[in-house]
């Protein structure tokens, strides 16, 4: 378990691998930006790196990676594949392309970026995944943008479903959704955790306890995903914001302030909906 003080900086997936609360989010990063804030973000302390064979990266972060000459056991290490790849043969060949392009020989997590529920082989990509994880090639595997009938789809062919990596920010709480993870020990990922917009950064639910505590409104936001048990993976190539994205372990809010940011939500749907988005 990796504390700091007193309070836990990572969770747990139903496997026992441990997964850091916070990581770095690499989307839309490419060339030397993308290596230079891995690299930068990783000596800001980062040891959860967040990428996908779609963000056109996998090679500049394992650059990022090998520049900041961390050790690769120290470093926890996700990315995700296209829907191409939905068949056995093809998540081994996924796997295969993404550690070339990492220059790693193994991940710590490997996700299935979008169900396309219309081309209908995301549960064969689950089981292969599942392969994966028992010959010691990943050491978890989990999903991404699976509403909840995705994931029962998966869950009915025998496999408990890790985790879900899913848009969520005080707006977009998906309430549904993460009911539906929480009543079945599926850990949630938040990507977009800070909202695309920010525009809720400046609500006096989140700039007040920001004042009250003397933290920035975002490390209130990532607080608030962290009190809640989420992972959450915001990306900036900052290194001012990267280093106060990963400081939010030494403060607490009180249940008036997570009710607050709680009462935020709209209701309103993610960005894209994984019944018609794919890549
Ligand atoms: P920037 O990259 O300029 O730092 P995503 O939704 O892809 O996770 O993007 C996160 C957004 O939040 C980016 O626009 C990023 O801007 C912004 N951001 C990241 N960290 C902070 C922070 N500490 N304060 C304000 N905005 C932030």
Redo the contacts with the bound molecule.
């Keep these: 378990m990796t504390c700091k003080g007193t309070e836990t900086t990572t969770t747990e997936l139903a496997n026992g691998v441990r997964v850091p609360l916070i990581g770095l ?1 690499t ?2 990063l490419r060339g030397e930006d993308a290596a230079a804030a891995v690299s930068q973000a990783i000596s800001n302390g980062y040891r959860h790196i967040d990428t996908a064979e779609n963000y056109a990266n996998e090679s500049a972060v394992g650059e990022g990676i090998r520049r900041s000459g961390i050790a690769r056991s120290e470093l926890f290490l996700t990315t995700k594949f296209n829907t191409r790849w939905h068949s056995r043969s093809g998540v081994r060949e996924a796997f295969g392309n993404s550690v070339q392009q990492l220059g790693t020989d193994y991940l710590d997590l490997f996700l299935v970026h979008w169900p396309n529920p219309a081309q209908g082989r995301y549960v064969d990509a689950c089981e292969e995944l599942q392969n994966l994880v028992d010959d010691g090639s990943i050491r978890a595997w989990g999903v991404s943008n699976f509403k909840p009938s995705h994931l029962k789809a998966v869950q009915g062919a025998g496999l408990a479903v890790p985790l879900n990596q899913v848009q969520v920010d005080p707006e977009h709480g998906q309430p549904d959704q993460l009911a539906y993870h929480r009543g079945h020990g599926i850990v949630t990922a938040a ?6 917009s ?1 525009g809720f ?1 400046s609500h006096p639910a989140v700039d007040g306890p920001a004042k009250e505590l003397g933290k ?4 209130i936001v990532l607080r608030w995903h962290v009190q809640h048990g989420r992972v959450a ?6 290194s001012q ?2 280093q ?2 990963l400081d939010v372990f030494n403060f607490r809010l009180n249940q008036q302030h997570m009710a607050a940011i709680d009462a935020l939500e709209t209701g309103a749907a993610p960005r894209l909906d994984s019944d018609t988005y794919f890549h």
């Design positions: 989010g989307w839309p990507y977009s955790p800070l909202g695309r920010g950064l920035t409104p975002a490390q993976v915001p990306k900036s190539a900052d914001r990267q106060q994205n």
